[in-house]
């Protein structure tokens, strides 16, 4: 039984998706932690962000990820799902779905794999202004 | 020897190019690969730290670099 899902796509991502390959009889719970693309950042107005990454090391720093969740806590599957690519306000550039049997696991291998992706998985973002870009992190 | 090395992110957009073939001394680690990475591009230095992978691994400084390694400029993350 295949117990990660891992995906980095230009494609929009898909929900259900995480949802249906994480469920599973034995689980209790499952955790689903979505971000999305917010109209602001320090009082400026985002007009949309654009995703890239260094594809077969994102991939596989992400996979870590999934692997590391299972050996961590008690969880049973896990989804990790990144989008690159241009993405407006309200889109979806992140979910990670987690099932357990018991919910405590689920809540925290979730909150594990997004604080990690964030600090390890090779993928950037720019942020576009009304007047401007600018790489999110990048400037001292 | 020759190796590969790869831009993203800012470091595309500060060194103008995603990818050049560099000559290094054999033994050369990732320390000094920086060092002269810098040297030769300047504009490196207005940025936060960047990490270095070689091979699609996240490499330490000591790390001695061999023929043929493809090395990528990973500066910060900010992806989610």
């Known amino acids: ?140 | 020897m020759e190796i590969q090395v790869l831009f993203f992110g800012i470091t595309a957009d500060l060194v103008g190019k995603n990818s050049i073939i560099l000559l290094v001394e054999k033994k050369t680690t990732i320390k000094q690969l920086k060092y002269d990475l810098t040297k030769e591009y300047s504009s490196l230095k207005n940025i936060n730290d960047f990490a270095i992978a070689v091979n699609e691994d996240y490499a330490e400084d000591n790390l001695m670099l061999k023929k043929g390694d493809i090395v990528a400029i990973i500066p910060p993350v900010s992806g989610g």
């Not at chain 1, 995480?18 to 209790?28: I, K, N, P, R, T």
Request: glycine share 4%; aromatic share 8%; hydrophobic share 40%.
């Open chain 1, 1 to 140: 039984m295949k117990k990660t899902s891992v995906l980095l796509t230009s494609n929009k991502l898909n929900i259900q998706d995480c949802y249906d390959f994480v469920q599973d009889a034995s689980c209790g719970g499952i955790a689903v932690f979505i971000g999305a693309v917010r109209n602001s950042t320090e009082n400026k107005t985002v007009t949309l962000l654009d995703f890239s990454s260094y594809e077969p090391m994102a991939l596989k720093e992400i996979q870590k990820i999934a692997d590391t969740a299972l050996e961590k806590f008690s969880i049973t599957k896990i989804a990790i799902h990144h989008a690159v690519g241009e993405l407006k306000i309200g889109d979806i550039p992140v979910i990670i779905a987690v099932s357990s049997a018991h919910r405590k696991a689920a809540f925290e291998a979730c909150e594990y794999a997004i604080d990690t992706l964030k600090k390890t998985v090779p993928i950037w973002k720019k942020e576009h202004f009304e007047n401007g870009e600018v790489w999110v992190n990048s400037h001292p």
